[in-house]
């Protein structure tokens, strides 16, 4: 059989996910219905305009993001962007499912331990589970790659694995031991990463208090980009959905954002 049904992809995730352990800004899940069968399923990282016009060329019954719709907080009116968004979706039948937290959680296959591969930071292990830190273990804590020395050297390979160079806070020639990340917009977790003993930390976006942060604290601070550290968790999970489901037809779409 070449299609699944909506309800048993969503319950597959579900049960991998475990979105009920978190306390998220947004759904999880199926955000808007479209078609009850998929043959073809898209990733990525956000359900923009622009990502879901390239799922529709691509003939999608369904898109996963990370960064799906309806925050908290944000104005409820089918409005403007989110109309044009929302209209391009129900007049195509496709599906909107999108998992933000658990994704960034997940031990085997969210953000932070996708990012950790693709950087080769070293992970912690406390009781055979990655040690974290933080709101929901938001924060992963670990050893920078190994052969590097200096939080310059790290914020170079950065830049290669991540094929953007990132925003570096800090002493280039500052020895480095523990590093702590959490991908996306986690500046705002620096001093808690501090306090836990980090040398170095690693998100992606930075506010103007972490200069001063970084400063008095003699920590080196890495903000990477946002989409650029949360490209793998959404790739992660479309390896381990592949194995799961062979037949269905997956792509991953990058939908580049300097951000």
Known sequence: MDKITVKELIAWLDQQLQPELFQDYAPNGLQVQGK???????????????FIERAIEKQADAIIVHHGWFWKNENPKIINAKYERLAKLIKHDINLIAYHLPLDAHTQWGNNAMLAQVLGLRVNYVENKPQT????????????????????????????????KPLFIGNPEQKI?????????????FEEAILAGADAYLTGEASEPVFHLAQEYGVAYYAAGHHATERYGVQGLMQAMQKQYPLLELEYLDVDNPI
């Open 133 to 164: 830190i933080g709101r929901d273990g938001l924060i992963w804590l670990g050893k920078a790659p190994s052969g590097l020395e200096n939080a310059g050297q790290l914020a170079e390979s950065i830049g290669k694995s991540l094929d953007r």
């Open 177 to 189: 031991d523990t590093v702590a990340w959490c991908t996306g917009g986690a500046q705002g977790m």
């Open 36 to 50: 009850p069968e998929l043959k073809k399923v898209v990733f990525g990282v956000t359900a923009s305009l622009a």
